[in-house]
């Protein structure tokens, strides 16, 4: 744990100690002389009565945060005389944006660790490099950490920014026993990531941006077209409140569903059931595909490739809700339409153009084949050949 900042420690004298409480979660206890160690919430009220007892002064201070504020608290209801020492001028930074529970995974400090748990110290955070605390649980090979943090709700299956699952790190570096306690807990084995090179992956997502921007956007163009005749048609003295109103209502119109093109992307990796993806403004989204209940293929705006399988349509519930115009506006075929619109409420949206397309389909097919999941006869076939392909 990173010391306080020099010009906010109290003066000490022999026997005096400084508790300071992170907003973190974390404490640590500096002793006169510059001792400093990470204490528990019990070792700080341990330390603060044996103080109080010799004679000697306990310091308090915190940074202004929640976790903080409960460690002072608690110190406080205690009655021993305790002296208030100010929060730092800024606050305090950990290298790398570590937490507490972090240092304590990786340290081994297992009674740290189950306290900042218990006093709801944030288990999901993510340093500077997008490695949660199992992250670190694994990179150290911490299997009585990982047990804990997953306990605590972590997410089992989570890339860091490298798309590296704590699985991943553990079996790279060879931490056998934190690997078979991620596995007991439904880490899936990670597998190679897609094929791309930086030039294919810009391919890809270009080709990505332009077919969602025809998708959603080139059908607005009679519509506005339209609007400007609708306006030039009335009188001139209420023509400036017909075109306010088209303009008010234009907005709406252009962000309506699909929004399931918004919450899908481009493929970057399947770890196990978890499908990567990017999506059109460069954010990580990952796909759950274990908790996919129908799967349907969409086209194309040319005729020629509407029943090509341009995209997936994957039905979750944490997708974007679908309707009928949804569905025509994602070129879904006539064929499937209905049986779509009864099986899904909510969905998101996979690009199949570019040169993952059989590495994405193959892995999907295999997931849906296990878990009987419900798919279109257009997305049978677009499996089918996938499978003929890679053979």
Request: hydrophobic residues 45%; charged residues 20%.
């Amino acid at each position: 744990m990173t010391d306080p900042q020099e010009s906010i420690l109290p003066p000490l004298d022999d026997g005096d100690i400084y508790i300071y409480a992170h907003s973190n979660g974390g404490i640590s206890l500096i002793r006169s002389g510059g001792d400093l160690r990470a204490v528990t919430l019990a070792g700080a009220l341990l330390a603060a009565r044996a103080t109080h007892e010799s004679g000697d002064r306990v310091f308090v201070g915190g940074d202004n945060a929640p976790l903080s504020i409960d460690v002072i608290q608690v110190l406080r209801s205690l009655g021993w005389p305790l002296e208030l020492f100010g929060a730092p001028a800024r606050p305090q930074h950990w290298p790398g944006g570590k937490t507490a529970v972090m240092t304590a995974t990786e340290a081994g400090a297992e009674d740290i660790l189950d306290d900042l748990i218990a006093r709801g110290a944030d288990v999901h955070r993510a340093d500077s490099m997008g490695s949660t605390a199992l992250h670190h649980a694994a990179a150290a090979g911490n299997s009585a950490a990982v047990d804990a943090l997953i306990a605590a709700g972590a997410r089992v299956d989570l890339p860091n920014g490298k798309g590296a699952t704590p699985l991943h790190i553990a079996s790279t570096l060879g931490h056998r026993e934190a690997a078979e306690r991620l596995r007991y807990h439904g880490a899936y084995e990670p597998s190679a990531p897609l094929h791309s090179t930086s030039t294919t992956t810009s391919s890809s997502d270009k080709l990505f941006s332009r077919m969602h921007f025809l998708v959603l956007y080139v059908w607005l163009v009679p519509l506005i077209v339209a609007a400007l005749v609708l306006i030039l048609a009335w009188p001139p003295e209420v023509q400036d409140s017909v075109a306010i109103t088209m303009l008010l209502l234009l907005p709406w119109i252009a962000v309506a569903p699909p929004l399931a093109f918004w919450r899908g992307g481009v493929p970057r990796r399947i770890d196990g059931s978890a499908l990567m993806l990017r999506t059109l403004i460069g954010r990580r989204r990952v796909v759950d595909l274990d908790q996919v209940t129908f799967i349907a293929a969409g086209g194309s705006p040319h005729r020629r490739r509407r029943n090509t399988g341009g995209w997936l349509l994957l039905g979750l519930a944490e997708g974007a809700s679908i309707s009928r115009r949804s569905l025509r506006r994602l070129f879904i075929p006539d064929g499937d339409r209905d049986a779509v619109a009864a099986a899904v409420d909510r969905a998101v949206v996979v690009v199949l153009h570019g040169p993952n397309r059989e590495e994405v389909l193959l892995p999907i097919a295999t997931i849906a084949a296990r878990r009987g999941t419900r798919v279109t006869p257009t997305v049978r076939r677009l499996f089918a050949a996938s499978g003929r392909g890679s053979g």
